[in-house]
């Protein structure tokens, strides 16, 4: 039910999901107002939480809301995941309220792909769940990341750079200081030191870890930067007949670096630290976006990543 | 002395703004390592501040470096405004130190513009001086870039957007929550709420305030992303001679987009808050940067900042 496009949009990506990859979709909304399921099954729910609804609030008053109940789906073992393309908030209060989270993990945290040319994606941990981090919190942030990097891009040993304002460790808030020294001394990925704005894109390590205040900030910049100068070149390329066929010229080389910038070929972001899994696709989330966000998270329950971050944030670990 | 080109293209840069718009400039350099002064005035000094040195301690230490002298002319009126490009820390620290806050002032800041197609630029503040701030500082740093986009870019009534990760009053950490409540009732801007990382480029508002960590980051963002872009088109473009050919159809629309972009043509960011005037530089600043950061410099001095700036900040205004 969420999403700019929803359910039309919702309704046809899971349809693909089902017909290109066998994948079982449930789709959980207010039937009267899902239009036809495409031959899928529907669990029917009588609330809908709205892009402006309070995230907490409403997961609390809205019981029957697709969000929560796709979140018990998930908690009662009906799903192996959930999907949204709703409200940001309201989907990780669903998904921590009704999941979990697993023991010893502070606070769960969304993990945002970012593409690299020629190899694997960058996740960027906080991408904006948790406005207020402690150092231990970046620590777990790192250590989920990292674990995902190395079960679903197959990376052996990710590289890990803490976000700040200069290279020397001494650079950055007291927050970002405390966090460098405790990075220093983690184990599960080789820690790169701190790497800055510039290195998000491409980046020279597999998970850059913030707060996510400025991982929501840095990631709301990069995709208002990429849209500006793509809408620029294509306003560009439309101006008449002849740039109209440059720029089929150039599409033969470009291609490839679009395709991997396009979001919706990007499957959504991860939400690390509880008893289930979630993707949270993007807001203007069209067909594909779906289809590549339930996929992802087909492969996450596939490579068992509930268990690999159990395992990876031990409760003994915290004091 | 500072940047990645200089002496040289510094001493280009001077040159050409004096041949152009017949501005006077001083060189402050270590004359043996300075080359070839082009025919300015060069104010001798025996030490440079390098570019991996602490700001704090060299500008203790070093006390005939260029950027010290640099900034004592500026306090001793020999000049009326002071460029680098060298190290930004040691920059904000010579002038800081030489040259003075204005009365009230609780810290000067960094305003970086940001070009906006047809229109002219967003001032970012802080972009990068203060790594904690409070919200006092953050209403000083939107009152003195309003200020500056009013005398400097002419607009009657600046907008001010607060950088946060949602639009409504209750989003960001708590010093953002304490800062939107406080640049409500503040004079001398309209204060347009909440902005995001997509709000940048192209900006609604003629401001956006932040504190120096987050600004840091989401200007190298920016930076990073443009790059990006920029280069794998222009990869693509140099792929064979269709593509290059296509490529010159494209330059003539996006050409003035480009160009606006183009870091070397915006003239630097402005240090703001001091009992002088500093123009800091991009490292990798080539001569047109150059010539275009004495240009703001002279531009900033003709429109009496520093005065307007000391009007701003009443230090009655304060506790």
Redesign the interface.
């Known amino acids: 039910m969420g999403g700019d496009f929803a359910p039309a949009e919702i309704v046809a990506g899971a349809r693909r999901a089902v017909d290109e990859w066998g994948l079982e979709v449930l789709l959980v909304g207010v039937p009267e107002r899902l239009g036809d399921p495409g031959g899928l099954e529907v669990v029917a729910c009588s609330e809908v939480i709205e892009m402006g609804d309070d995230p907490a609030a409403s997961v609390r008053r809205k019981k029957d809301s697709s969000l929560v109940r796709a979140a018990e789906l998930v908690r009662d073992g009906r799903a192996s995941a959930m999907v949204s393309a709703g409200n940001t908030g309201a989907t990780m209060a669903s998904a921590l309220l009704r999941m979990g989270r697993l023991p010893g993990v502070v606070r769960p945290c969304i993990a945002t792909p970012l593409p690299n040319?020629g190899t694997t994606p960058t996740l960027l941990v906080d991408a904006?769940a948790n406005?207020?981090c402690t150092a231990e919190m970046l620590g777990q942030f790192a250590q989920m990341a990292a674990a995902v990097v190395r079960t679903h891009y197959g990376v052996d040993r990710p590289r890990v750079g803490l976000?700040?304002?200069g290279e020397e460790p001494s650079?950055?808030?007291?927050l970002?200081k405390e966090a460098h020294h405790l990075l220093s001394s983690l184990e599960g990925f080789e820690f790169a030191g701190n790497v800055?704005?510039?290195?998000?894109?491409?980046s020279p390590v597999d998970v850059v870890v913030?707060d996510?205040?400025?991982g929501?900030?840095?990631?709301?910049?990069?995709?208002?930067?990429?849209?500006?100068?793509?809408s620029?070149?294509l306003?560009?390329?439309d101006?008449d007949e002849?740039?109209r066929?440059?720029?089929r010229?150039?599409l033969?080389?470009?291609g490839p670096?679009v395709a991997r910038l396009t979001p919706e070929n990007q499957g959504g972001a991860m939400l690390l630290g509880l008893k289930g899994i979630c993707v949270i696709s993007h807001g203007s989330s069209n067909a594909t976006a779906i289809m590549n966000a339930l996929r992802v998270a087909a492969e996450m329950d596939r490579e068992g990543v509930v268990t690999t971050l159990r395992d990876t944030i031990r409760p003994d670990q915290k004091e």
Chains 1, 2 share one sequence.
């Open positions: 040319p904006g406005a207020e976000l700040s304002i650079k950055g808030t007291p970002v800055e704005g510039r290195d998000l894109i491409p913030t996510g205040f400025t929501n900030v840095a990631l709301k910049t990069l995709e208002g930067a990429l849209n500006f100068v793509f620029t070149v306003a560009a390329i101006t002849s740039t066929a440059a720029g010229v150039l033969a080389p470009l670096t």
